[in-house]
């Protein structure tokens, strides 16, 4: 175990050792303010689009189901008659010496330029897809695609880009950990943000009090998907038989792991640092049981070569009483 994922384990566990880091907390928590406060009373610039703008993030560092909420929305809006398109900061990824941003991304862009997760959404939505480190850049390069609403990934502490909604994603099972700021705990930003949001999302039945009304949405596996030819499967029958190896480099692992037993597979567990890029030492397990792999992960292993890998398709499966929220906020911003 690598020492940020030892110290993300402490952050969610409450571990006493922690509050060693209180004056570098306070550090934390003033720079955010200060850094809040400049876009806020004008001292920093913020450009606002010509069209609507919808931010999904999250307060805490680790998975929390935001990319699967994504998607959703971004179905939802062209269901919905919008012309959607997504933008993202493309962690993990990085041009090439002279190549540059915004970078548009589809389902064969190089993992290394684009990330994982941009990718993963462009393959899920069909949508236009672009990268950009600057976010209001990268939304410029959308509406000039033709979109008229936007999606901002993981896009809550960038406040440079304008924006119409925030919704912010939380784990239910992990909730806000021992509930202090970076490097004393796993938020980004105070828990008071959460009262600034227009809405707060709990992935799954939430384990805490949260601080502010919520809505509960849950991530429902929808299909299998061979990571050898792409050919789809039914959930059952299985497409494979017998206990297989289960791979995953998110945020929050074991809630991968938890979803393959619900399903009824004898799972191995094989857990590796969120955006991890694997290698195909790494997948050999030296047998010939099955590999079971999240969405995410597979972007970055469809080019090794393994014959019995299988991809489990998550989908958001919101509320209807915040789909109808959302709807009528959709009409006022139309």
């Given at each position: 175990m690598s020492?940020?994922?030892?110290?993300?384990?402490?952050?969610?566990?409450?571990?006493?050792?922690?509050?060693?880091?209180g004056p570098l907390e306070a550090l934390y928590?003033?720079?955010?303010?200060?850094?809040?406060?400049?876009?806020?009373?004008?001292?920093?610039?913020?450009?606002?689009?010509?069209?609507?703008?919808?931010?999904?993030g999250n307060v805490t560092l680790g998975g929390t189901g935001k990319s699967p909420l994504v998607a959703w929305l971004a179905r939802h809006l062209s269901e919905r008659g919008w012309r959607p398109g997504i933008v993202s900061r493309g962690y993990g990824g990085k041009l090439e010496q002279g190549a540059g941003y915004p970078l548009h991304v589809t389902t064969d862009t190089p993992i290394a330029h684009s990330g994982d997760e941009p990718r993963m959404l462009a393959r899920q939505t069909g949508v236009p897809v672009v990268v950009d480190p600057d976010r209001p850049r990268g939304a410029r390069a959308l509406c000039e695609l033709g979109c008229d609403i936007l999606l901002s990934d993981d896009g809550l502490q960038h406040l440079a880009l304008g924006r119409d909604m925030e919704l912010v994603v939380v784990d239910g099972r992990r909730g806000f950990g021992n509930g202090r700021c970076l490097p004393a705990g796993p938020l980004r930003e105070p828990l008071s943000r959460l009262h600034e949001v227009d809405a707060v999302l709990i992935n799954g039945d939430a384990t805490f009090a949260p601080p502010t009304e919520a809505w509960t949405f849950r991530l429902a596996p929808v299909r299998w998907r061979s990571l050898a030819d792409g050919r789809e499967w039914p959930l059952e029958p299985l497409p494979f038989q017998g206990p297989a190896h289960g791979v995953a480099g998110i945020g929050n692992p074991q809630r991968f792991f938890a979803t393959l037993e619900t399903l009824g597979i004898a799972v191995t567990p094989h857990a590796f640092p969120d955006h991890h890029r694997f290698t195909s030492r790494e997948l050999n397990f030296g047998d010939t049981l099955p590999v079971v792999m999240t969405a995410k992960d597979a972007e970055k292993c469809d080019s090794l070569a393994l014959e019995n890998a299988w991809v489990l398709e998550v989908e958001a499966s919101p509320p209807p009483d915040f789909v109808a929220w959302l709807d009528r906020r959709l009409s006022r911003l139309r």
């Amino acid at each position: 175990m690598s020492l940020g994922e030892r110290w993300l384990q402490a952050a969610y566990g409450g571990s006493a050792w922690l509050r060693l880091l209180g004056p570098l907390e306070a550090l934390y928590r003033r720079v955010v303010a200060r850094r809040t406060a400049a876009y806020r009373d004008g001292r920093r610039a913020v450009w606002r689009a010509d069209v609507p703008v919808i931010v999904v993030g999250n307060v805490t560092l680790g998975g929390t189901g935001k990319s699967p909420l994504v998607a959703w929305l971004a179905r939802h809006l062209s269901e919905r008659g919008w012309r959607p398109g997504i933008v993202s900061r493309g962690y993990g990824g990085k041009l090439e010496q002279g190549a540059g941003y915004p970078l548009h991304v589809t389902t064969d862009t190089p993992i290394a330029h684009s990330g994982d997760e941009p990718r993963m959404l462009a393959r899920q939505t069909g949508v236009p897809v672009v990268v950009d480190p600057d976010r209001p850049r990268g939304a410029r390069a959308l509406c000039e695609l033709g979109c008229d609403i936007l999606l901002s990934d993981d896009g809550l502490q960038h406040l440079a880009l304008g924006r119409d909604m925030e919704l912010v994603v939380v784990d239910g099972r992990r909730g806000f950990g021992n509930g202090r700021c970076l490097p004393a705990g796993p938020l980004r930003e105070p828990l008071s943000r959460l009262h600034e949001v227009d809405a707060v999302l709990i992935n799954g039945d939430a384990t805490f009090a949260p601080p502010t009304e919520a809505w509960t949405f849950r991530l429902a596996p929808v299909r299998w998907r061979s990571l050898a030819d792409g050919r789809e499967w039914p959930l059952e029958p299985l497409p494979f038989q017998g206990p297989a190896h289960g791979v995953a480099g998110i945020g929050n692992p074991q809630r991968f792991f938890a979803t393959l037993e619900t399903l009824g597979i004898a799972v191995t567990p094989h857990a590796f640092p969120d955006h991890h890029r694997f290698t195909s030492r790494e997948l050999n397990f030296g047998d010939t049981l099955p590999v079971v792999m999240t969405a995410k992960d597979a972007e970055k292993c469809d080019s090794l070569a393994l014959e019995n890998a299988w991809v489990l398709e998550v989908e958001a499966s919101p509320p209807p009483d915040f789909v109808a929220w959302l709807d009528r906020r959709l009409s006022r911003l139309r």
